[in-house]
């Protein structure tokens, strides 16, 4: 018998399937169709106001899609019930724009509350375990400072620090970049590569910074506000240099077609 | 740099034989004095068939956004018209900002129609956000009974030394105020009785007055006031302002429940401190109406507190107490929800913590007058 060709697909991390966004009556993005593979750096890109923060607010389950679904791996999350729901967020991290770290809370005791809940580690183990997060973005020794204490750059390293608390296996980024001097993005964005080749963990990143998008996306999806809906769909360089779309052309050669 | 003293503004506009109107621009036109009329140039226009608007602009000053938004609406008017616009004679830095500004045509549907919407369209709309309001309060409660009810199994997730915290914050450290208003409110009471039972001679009632009132609602309903324009108002700044750092959401996506992890602790903190807190504004409030006994109406000290003693009974108490619990936990409750429920900007939790203390406010009262028919009802 001869051997048919497999290609062995592996399931990829996330399938966006058919997905409508909307405002009450507003439909903000329509028909979004794409999967994520795992281990890819994925970028969801587009100009200002287009979705793609609220793409993502879709995917960490804070927006319920007006239609269509969102599987991770095989299984559906939209669909999924409350608890499995709690069960599988455990295995996603997000970094928030702002950071959002709990401000009545140290840095580690940030890092901490997810490991208290979802773990059985002792008290002595949570703080070591934190205190080695804080150290992978380079906050060690700033264990007990408090959110406002600290820079703006470095509230998102911390903020990165309580996303891979439970060593998730699928990170967020929103707009990682925003905010930061040229050298600190830099930095986060290699910490972001290092993170997904010593993790091996699949990472989604909402941002319309260029220089990121070129440096680590491996894949992306680009949104246009116009027709409301996914215009362009591959590896970033791949959608500059040979994109048929004029639009999205331009948008990554800045301006220029 | 020499500064010409420049002249006021001057606009003329004259409509020569062929059917040209020419704009003319001379002197200094600065925003801080005034935009050059439209109407003058609309008026001009109104008077005959215009074949080309043309601008002079050799005697023109200083000139910044008021002679542009000026040059804006005339273009405007010439479009709707289809008059011809020749700009050339506008200084260059004019012209160009002027591209500039109808480079991008206006977005069809970017501006939001304003319909004066009839009154009975109004009235169906403030019904309908009242209805959806409603629900989401009662979902709100629905969602903190059963989180409270995991926490009375010692399954909720929150962090004691948070509780603790809340319990020094809207507890110990309310004293200071409590003490005061609750102490002047004894001797208002004390002052109040006094007028009318001094015309019969039988001024110790007044210890009878004053205990019994604040033991029995006015301690719990005075302190209740006092804790919801205090922690009520802290509660809806705080979730809120959560909400706009998206720490909730951050919450959220790590499957902790926001309600099981910041509003049950707030619950459980007032619901445990007000009956603490009303026992000692009573107190206070008997310490003040003393105050006005002894030093006013020639009372000893002890006749008063014995009189207040023999007045007070168990029952007056316990039910001041169960009313005071039964506030904090309606402050707590409308504290969250108005936190909860409010938007992502800084207005809006503003607007969140006034909406906190009216409510909380509102349910207090409510609740006073349910528990005074009951109360009376079942003859405490």
Sequence with gaps: MEARAVVAESTPAITVRNLTMAYGDFTLQRDLDFTIEAGDIFVIMGGSGCGKSTLLRHLIGLNEPARGEILYGTESFTKAAPERRSEML???GVLYQSGALWSSMTLAENVALPLGEFTELDQSEIAEVAALKLALVGLAGFEDYYPAD????MQKRAGLARAMALDPDILFFDEPGAGLDPISARLLDDLIIELRDSLGATIVIVTHELASIFAIGTNSVFLDAESRTMIAHGPPVELRDQSQNERVRRFLRRGES | MSMAVSSPGE??????????VVVRLAGSWRIESGLPSVAALEGVLADGPTSAISFDSRELGDWDSAVLAFLASACRLARERD??????????????LLELAEAVPEKDDARTSVIDDAFVQRLGGKAIDTHRLFRSDLDFVGRLVLAMSRAARGKARFRWSDLALLVQQNGFEALPIVTLVTFLLGLILAFVGAIQLQTFGATIYVADLVGVAMVRDMGALITGIIMAGRSGAAFAAQLGSMKVTQEIDALETMAISAMEFLVVPRVVALCLMMPLLTLYGDAMGILGGAFVGVTMLGLSPVEYLLQSADAVSLSHVVGGVFKGSVYGVLIAISGCLRGVQSGRSSSAVGDAATSAVVTSIVAIIVACGVFAFVFYMLGL
Excluded: A, H
Aim: net charge positive; proline share 3%.
């Design chain 1, 90 to 92: 455990r295995r996603i």
């Design chain 1, 150 to 153: 600290i820079s703006g750059g």
């Design chain 2, 11 to 20: 606009l003329t506009v004259t409509r020569g034989v062929d059917g040209t």
């Design chain 2, 83 to 96: 008059i011809d616009v020749d700009r050339s004679g506008l200084p260059e830095g004019l012209r160009r």
